[in-house]
């Protein structure tokens, strides 16, 4: 943890963008001390930074820190964890990783109310030519990837900006399960939706680097099966100082 927060948040983020990319991962056990509004303000506003889709700027973050409401949120967060924590939990019996990341998630559900601060990003209802954007019609995949779109190039700049401040987050929908009863939980007007949760708060463990697959193992060329760079990773494909 930073020794002045306050200093951090009034200070630009240095870390370089391809370090941050690296090390990022979802921090779900967090300490309760508290997090500096003005630095929650500089990620939100870097945040915004993001590109929007037809500059519709409807995108809106709530800040919760209210012991009260945060219990509203942590009781529809553990319905959703009950039901679907038994059924991972089951599928993964065998898989040591996947438990010890649904440990992660249990420690963060038992612990809801003393996370310092809830962001929760919300998509305003406007009119856009044919479409309402901000509400979730129940069209087709394409109407989804408008309506989220809008949305998620600024929730990661946000996880960005985070993890460059040193802070932890994860990006979670269990809460969601019920827009209704997350929108009456939070206050939220009917045109405003909630479409992700993200706890907030400084890390009770380290950063490090994450595991994936290499990239040409997930990258297909001119169509998909044609994989000529499976088992490479980026360097190997592309020495840098070639």
Not at 122 to 131: A, E, H, M, N, Q
Not at 134 to 157: E, K, T, W
Request: hydrophobic fraction near 40%.
């Amino acid at each position: 943890m930073p020794d002045s927060k306050t200093n951090l948040s009034m200070r630009p983020l240095s870390m370089p963008i391809e370090e941050a990319m690296r090390t990022q991962r979802s921090i779900r056990r967090l300490l309760p001390d508290p997090v500096d509004d003005a630095l929650l303000l500089h990620l939100i506003e870097l945040a915004f930074q993001a590109p929007v889709g037809g500059n519709r700027q409807n995108l809106e973050f709530l800040i919760v820190r209210e012991r009260a409401v945060k219990a509203r949120m942590a009781r529809l967060n553990r319905v959703a964890w009950g039901s679907y924590g038994r059924i991972w939990r089951l599928f993964a019996r065998n898989d040591p990783k996947t438990l010890r990341t649904m440990d992660a998630v249990s420690w963060a559900a038992d612990h809801y109310e003393e996370i310092p601060a809830l962001v929760i990003p919300c998509l305003r209802w406007t009119s856009y030519g044919p479409i309402v954007s901000g509400v979730r019609l129940p069209f087709p995949d394409f109407y989804a990837a408008i309506y989220y779109g809008s949305a998620f190039p600024a929730i990661q700049n946000f996880l960005l900006a985070a993890r460059a401040a040193g802070l932890g987050a994860s990006l979670t929908v269990m809460p969601l399960w019920s827009t209704l009863l997350a929108r009456r939980a939070l206050g939220l007007p009917p045109w405003t939706s909630p479409i992700a949760v993200i706890p907030v708060g400084w890390p009770r463990g380290r950063y490090g680097p994450t595991t994936r697959k290499p990239v040409g193992d997930v990258v297909h060329v001119d169509r998909y099966g044609n994989r000529p760079y499976q088992g490479h990773d980026a360097e190997e494909t592309h020495p840098r100082n070639a």
